[in-house]
């Protein structure tokens, strides 16, 4: 039975950067844990007391057997599985051991049955609602995750450095689950290195520090349990929780020089469509903004624009073609346009202005085409557009090859070249996103209304996501997205900037940016499919002005890549043993799209329970060495892959099983 301590002061100091809310922790010298242990008369425990503990393979076959058994028919029935342990009352090893693998098969489950919970523990002779409520605090702890500043199923144990591997190997197993060594003394100098880091590194070949490992706890393990049970013994200087080294701000993670100011990208949780791109994504996602022209040779567009098709529709060259923006000397009228394209198309991560939503993490899978239909500014300085100019941009950029068309622009009544220029976006699957407009009415603006056309309203920067002042609002918007507040890219130079920019204008190509990093990972993707996982990914705003939710690309194209990934499959090719007992395993992971965990199960029997004895990274990954094996055993493994979504991850069926007996 594990056990408990009477408690360990812990100390660690909390630095919060300004702008990072780093979190930093400063650890206890063993000298001051020894004097604790010994102020409070905590108890100690030795390796040697290890081996007391009850162990499944010190059980006979038959035992073993049985309760292997009560774990795989736990899944059928909690009545049954009670039932084949209550054969063995009379041995409280055995009820203990099998508790635990039914309770794990439970609580290891995506979704966890209850009434079967209830129904083992009702129908087994021996109570054990400690123990589920031991598995129900970790579980709870596991699901509020988000909002705790430490890892919930994982812990930091600092051994002594006397402390041999097996030592190791023994305490973690009698008090969690698995580890993985962070720090050792095993120290060897890469000889690839230059001389001059190779003498600086020879400091470090005498030296020899404590160890530190990274441990995964039981199911049934709380944080601060499991640093309890591990402070018990006298080889542990310290246990504590795996903390978040993390920023919660996205613009610390890039270089861009205003990047502290895209707090708009936080807001929408883009960082999180960035990381899904970069495991899964294409790179030739078009999206035409008609707007009023873009200054193309602006710094912060290095590689975004596709040239070929930027062109001013209201101008024609000598051979009767659209005059392209590129071999115009001014292409563009106000700054409007210019402001639009740099929301989606700024290079990110280049050390210099702003990044862009559809170019995070210095991807290319968006790219823009910048169309002209703007034909010069009125006395006021307001940008000259007829409809009919918007509407032959919006044709023209369904030609082109564009998926997604922003449009940045708005009329006050439905006209019927607006219907056709749209019809035929529909007609093509190529996504129209207009903006609801800056009157701050309830009024309806076009083509924003149309149906097939998806509008945005505009939200301020305000943690409550509160309408914008000047947006238009009603139940005809369908999505809103951060409205104010922008640092844009200007058209004044190619190297400026223009700051606190607002309008609804700002908010449509956010929105735009984000179905273009869906269709990256799934160019596939009807329109109706965006607009569905586009609508029901969105962060409720429980607002009396909007009846639609507000932008959350990090979901939208999680889920967008999961349409896909839900029909992948993972094959276990082959089992190879190896000398010293191990066994290298092989998959295929060519018909599994973008995985990005890898998760390794092994059991000694194959409707036994399996173990995940490994997570890996699924980015090219496609081996695996299993260790410290027995001879003479047989060894099943099954493997499944994880991309994430939401707050955790979703998951492939389970490769088939295969086997090997090791000679």
């Known amino acids: 039975m594990k056990r408990k301590i009477l408690g360990i002061l812990l100390v660690c100091t909390l630095v919060i950067a300004n702008f990072g809310n780093l979190f930093y922790f400063q650890t206890i010298e063993a000298a001051q844990v020894s004097e604790i242990k010994e102020n409070y ?14 162990k499944l393979e010190d059980l006979s076959e038959y035992k073993k057997d049985a309760i292997d058994y009560a774990a795989f028919i736990a899944e059928e029935s909690g009545k049954e599985a009670a039932e084949t342990l209550n054969q063995f009352d009379e041995d409280n090893n ?15 489950a995506e979704t966890l049955d209850e009434e079967a919970v209830s129904e083992f523990s009702a129908n087994l002779d021996t109570d054990i609602e400690e123990n589920i409520e031991k598995y129900e605090d970790a579980r709870q702890e596991r699901e509020n995750e988000d909002n705790l500043d430490y890892i919930t199923d994982e812990g930091i144990v600092v051994f002594d450095k006397e402390t041999s591997k097996e030592d190791i190997d023994q305490v973690v197993n009698y008090v969690s689950d698995s580890y993985e060594i962070i720090i050792d003394n095993n120290y060897e100098i ?15 070949e005498n030296y020899k520090g404590n160890i530190v490992v990274r441990v995964n706890l039981d199911l049934d393990q709380t944080a601060a349990e499991a640093i309890e049970e591990y402070e018990v013994f006298d080889c542990v200087i310290e246990a504590q929780e795996n903390l978040k080294c993390k920023s919660n701000a996205l613009s610390t993670k890039l270089n861009d020089a205003n990047a502290k100011e895209l707090w708009y990208l936080d807001r929408c949780k883009f960082q999180a469509a960035w990381d899904t791109v970069s495991t ?26 596709v040239s070929k098709y930027a062109v001013d529709i209201t101008k024609k060259d000598s051979n009767g073609r659209y005059k392209k923006l590129e071999d115009m000397k001014k292409p563009f009228d106000s700054e409007h346009g210019t402001f639009a394209a740099g929301v989606i198309a700024a290079k990110a991560n280049n050390c210099i202005g702003i990044a862009g939503a559809g170019r995070g993490w210095n991807n290319n899978s968006c790219r823009i085409i910048p169309i002209k239909v703007s034909k010069g500014l009125n006395t006021n300085g307001e940008d000259i ?7 032959k941009g919006i044709d023209y950029a369904i030609k082109s090859g564009a998926e997604i068309i922003n449009v940045s622009l708005s009329y006050p009544s439905l006209r ?5 220029a749209i019809e035929r976006a529909e007609a093509a699957e190529v996504v129209v996103v207009a903006s609801a407009g800056n009157y701050g009415t309830s009024a309806k603006r076009y083509p924003a209304a149309m149906d097939y056309v998806i509008a945005v309203g505009g939200t301020n920067n305000s943690t409550a996501n509160n309408k914008a002042y000047f947006s238009n609002y009603g139940s005809w918007v369908n999505i809103a997205a951060p409205a104010t507040n922008y640092i844009c890219t200007s058209s004044e130079s190619d190297s400026s900037y223009s700051k606190e920019e607002d309008g609804t204008s700002l908010a449509t190509p956010l929105v735009s940016s984000a179905i273009g990093l869906m269709l990256s990972v799934n160019p596939d993707l009807s329109v109706s499919q965006i607009k569905k996982i586009l609508y029901s990914s969105a962060i409720d705003l429980k607002s009396s002005y909007f009846s639609c939710g507000l932008l959350n690309a990090g979901l939208s194209v999680q889920k967008a890549k999961y349409e896909i990934f839900k029909n992948s499959v993972v094959r276990l090719t082959g089992l190879e043993q190896l000398s010293g007992n191990r066994v290298k395993l092989k998959w295929n992971n060519l018909n599994v799209y973008g995985p990005e965990r890898v998760l390794i199960y092994r059991s000694v029997s194959k409707n036994g329970k399996y173990e995940n004895i490994k997570s890996i ?33 979703k998951f492939t069926p389970y490769s088939e099983i295969k086997s090997i007996k090791l000679k």
């Open 94 to 108: 055995v009820v203990e051991l099998g508790v635990k693998e039914v309770l794990d098969t439970y609580y290891s």
């Open 416 to 420: 019927s070249c607006e219907v056709e």
């Open 280 to 305: 899964a994504g294409c790179d030739d996602i078009w999206i035409g903004v008609v707007d009023s022209g873009c200054r193309i040779t602006h710094q912060d567009f290095s590689g975004g624009i």
């Open 617 to 649: 990274s699924g980015d090219g990954s496609s081996t695996y060495i299993d260790s410290n094996l027995t001879t003479g055993k047989t060894y099943y493994y099954k493997i499944k892959v994880a991309m994430k979504y939401g707050g955790g991850y």
């Open 385 to 391: 557009i007829k409809l009919s100019d918007m509407c």
């Open 41 to 54: 008369d905590i108890t100690s425990m030795s390796i040697d007391e290890v081996s007391k503990k009850p």
């Open 190 to 204: 890469d000889t690839s290195l230059s001389e001059r880091k190779q003498k600086r590194l020879k400091a470090l």
